[in-house]
């Protein structure tokens, strides 16, 4: 009951961590939903460097890339092959709609679960926007010349249905916590490595 009542609590500040209403009401780049979204969840956070760097982190996301700059240790206690980068790499720069960002390795649980474990990129708007299928959109906002706005916006039909009630609450207990912690382990890690790099050296 308590973590009943502590979950119903938490969940309006972890289902909209970093972000302010305007940001949370505003078009999403790259997703067009048949009907308003009756699931939503947006992250961001403010990262003392210009967009276009902190663009530069985040396309290179990806298992078989620069890792997703979060808990990779615990990423590896599951068996998935991460280990999050700390430069930028030229060659992982490019990328195009229809590409695969990999969760895990091809052979991940003896590849039980198929090779392609990941999410599809169905926009791509370098700088400015990438979405990923089953995920969300990745939003890198100018706030000024060396200020900028990292946002990830998720949206869904969340039909009520019998079906849906034990994922909902596994989603409720399990996969929303999970979620919101890995995610802003990733959006904290972009940000002190974009501010890092903006940093002059001495």
């Keep these: 009951a308590k973590l009943t009542a502590a979950l119903i609590l938490s969940r309006p500040f972890h289902m909209a961590w970093g972000t302010t209403s305007a940001e949370r009401m505003a078009a999403v780049p790259g997703m067009a939903l048949e009907e308003p979204p009756r699931y939503r969840l947006d992250h961001g956070v403010t ?3 210009p967009a276009k760097d902190v663009w530069r982190w985040l396309a290179q996301i990806g ?3 620069a890792g997703f700059y979060s808990y990779d240790w615990l990423e590896r ?3 998935d092959d991460i280990h999050n980068v700390d430069s930028l790499v030229p060659a992982w720069q490019q990328r195009a709609e229809g590409e695969l960002v990999r969760a895990t390795q091809p052979d991940y649980l003896g590849g039980r679960f198929g090779s392609e474990l990941g999410w599809r990129i169905t926009h791509w708007d370098p700088s400015r926007s990438l979405t990923l299928a089953n995920w969300g959109s990745f939003v890198v906002a100018p706030v000024d010349s060396t200020t900028s706005r990292l946002l990830v916006h998720t949206r869904g039909p969340g039909r009520p249905s019998l079906a849906a009630l034990p994922l909902a609450a596994l989603g409720f207990y399990l996969l929303e916590p999970a979620h919101f912690i890995m995610e802003r382990g990733m959006l904290l890690g972009i ?4 501010e890092r790099a903006a940093v002059p050296a001495r």
């Design 77 to 79: 206690a599951f068996g």
């Design 63 to 65: 298992q078989d890339r």
């Design 191 to 194: 940000k002190s490595r974009a």
């Design 47 to 49: 990262v003392r460097a």
